[in-house]
């Protein structure tokens, strides 16, 4: 009796302190996001924890500054152009990669993988010294290329399991009515793939959007990115609008990240439904 009591005690200690453990590791990833949640509500004109009083003062410093609304326009275009150009390479390219015997189909996948191995600063200051060569520093193909060599294998990565989620018969049933590789593709393989071409397109914006390391090193007063202009304020003096700034892009990032989480499941409905039709056709 003594023994199967002290396995409980030592079962109920374990789980109290596994949950201690999870609840700190939580507590401390969250409590810097609470903390600038907070603070973007402070009526003070500097940086403090806990605020003495609160109200909008942030915000509305926020829509009144000029270079933030400009550096947030900028940050927003090149995020929605770098969604659309990965996009556009990605969906093919997967499509060829998946479907095709593409000569050196490895290795064209393991490069394209490659700038999300290296090491961001590494690659900033390569992609700088090539842009230096043709006079592209502080200007948005630059920094919209740059952003595109970064977020094409974040796309990559997320469209080939929606790709191999959908059966080669369908291209072949497709083909066998008479349409083409080309018109199967489009018609049946994208049609299929749709949700995790939306997700993947998320993460693009989202990964565009938040870029610092490339946007310090390829951006200058003409074309700096709110995430540069960010850190030009910390560096140069804490304005306390970049906590209303911060605030907003939790919560957009949030909600983005909620969307391309609701399309994967979305995805994965349609693969199983997809996996049940297929199912019931060979049974019958």
């Known amino acids: 009796m003594s023994a199967t009591a002290g396995r409980r005690a030592a ?3 374990g789980r ?3 949950g201690a453990v999870v609840l700190g590791i939580v507590a401390f990833m969250l409590l810097p996001t609470l903390v600038v949640v907070g603070t973007s509500f402070s009526a003070s004109s500097y940086i403090e924890w806990p605020p003495s009083s609160f109200g909008l003062r942030q915000y509305d ?11 947030t326009w900028r940050s927003l ?3 929605a152009g770098t969604a659309a150009v990965t996009l556009l390479v990605a969906a093919p390219l997967v499509l060829g990669l998946s479907r095709a015997r593409v000569p050196g189909g490895k ?3 393991v490069a394209v993988v490659l700038p999300m191995v290296t090491p961001g600063v590494a690659y900033a200051v390569a992609l700088y010294g090539m842009f230096a060569g043709f006079a592209l520093v502080d200007t948005l193909p630059a920094v919209l290329l740059a952003h595109v060599a970064v977020g094409l294998p974040v796309v990559l990565l997320a469209l080939e399991p929606a790709m191999d989620a959908v059966p080669r018969e369908y291209e072949l049933a497709a083909m066998s009515l008479g349409a083409s ?3 199967a593709w489009a018609g049946v393989t994208l049609r299929l793939i749709a949700p995790g071409l939306v997700a993947a397109g998320v993460l693009a914006f989202v990964t565009s959007f938040d870029e610092a ?7 200058g007063p003409r074309t700096a990115t709110l995430p540069k202009v960010i850190l030009d304020s910390v560096s140069t003096g804490v304005d306390p609008a970049i906590t209303a700034v911060s605030a907003l892009l939790i919560v957009a990032t949030g909600l983005l990240m909620s969307f391309a989480g609701t399309a994967g499941r979305l995805r994965q409905a349609l693969r199983n439904r997809n996996e049940r039709r297929t199912k019931t056709h060979d049974e019958s």
Do not use: I, M
């Open 11 to 13: 079962a109920w200690t």
């Open 16 to 18: 109290v302190l596994y």
């Open 61 to 71: 410093t926020l829509l009144h500054s000029a270079d933030l609304a400009a550096a």
């Open 77 to 79: 275009l090149v995020a």
């Open 107 to 109: 290795g064209l996948r």
């Open 181 to 183: 590789r080309a018109r």
């Open 213 to 219: 390391t490339l946007a310090s090193f390829l951006t």
